[in-house]
């Protein structure tokens, strides 16, 4: 019996150095790299970590995805018979010690090397994906969307961003989601689960 007591603190601190280091990479025990072979990945692009949290089709006739559509300009040009919206969620997280801001270039390559990028939603969405000043590490929350939020809070923990593709993707697959940092250099990616 005295050996297990003596082997408890000895436990303790394996147990709060796994969980250290699982934070400090992103939860995955790995470090996040430039290219993720499925959603859930984390993606270093520039400074700050992407996560895609989720990523499907988008029913305008749904409840819920009417509302992830909520305020599209008028001018948008209505979807073709050919067409269907596509949300890509994501999660932004810094690790470092200073504020950064989030990239605003992304885009959907195909296999055949269709390019699609992001249809544009008002900040006034709160689903919508925004380029913001990411917070440093050393404050509570150094993530986007803030967990409080509409967006964080909910069942994706992600804000969105929308696409409109055509449907000839399904036989086009896989689809890479790409994120130029904003202060330029070569993209990260990240195969979409489609």
């Known amino acids: 019996m005295t050996n297990r007591l003596l082997r408890l603190p000895l436990l303790v601190a394996v147990a709060l150095f796994a969980a250290t280091t699982l934070v400090a990479c992103g ?3 790995e470090p996040p790299t430039k290219h993720g072979d499925s959603e859930g990945s984390y993606i270093q692009a520039g400074p700050l970590i992407y996560q895609v949290q989720m990523s499907r089709e988008l029913n305008p006739a749904n409840v819920e995805d009417a509302e992830y559509l909520q305020g599209l300009a008028a001018t948008t ?5 050919d067409e269907e ?14 504020a950064h801001v989030s990239a605003n270039d992304f885009k959907i390559v195909d296999t055949t090397g269709a390019v699609y990028t992001p249809t544009a939603l008002p900040a ?3 689903f919508a994906y925004q380029a913001v000043s990411v917070r440093s590490q050393d404050v509570v929350q150094p993530v986007q969307p ?12 992600g804000t969105m961003l929308l696409f409109k593709l055509r449907t000839s993707v399904y036989a086009n697959r ?9 202060n330029g250099g070569s993209p990260s990616s990240v195969v979409l689960d489609l």
């Open 146 to 157: 803030d967990p409080e939020s509409a967006a964080g809070s909910g069942p994706i923990n």
């Open 174 to 182: 896989p689809l890479e989601l790409e994120i130029t940092p904003p």
């Open 77 to 81: 040009p209505r979807l073709a018979g």
């Open 27 to 29: 939860g995955t025990g």
């Open 85 to 98: 919206w596509f949300g890509v969620w994501l999660r932004v997280q810094n690790a470092t010690k200073q």
């Open 124 to 126: 006034t969405n709160p």
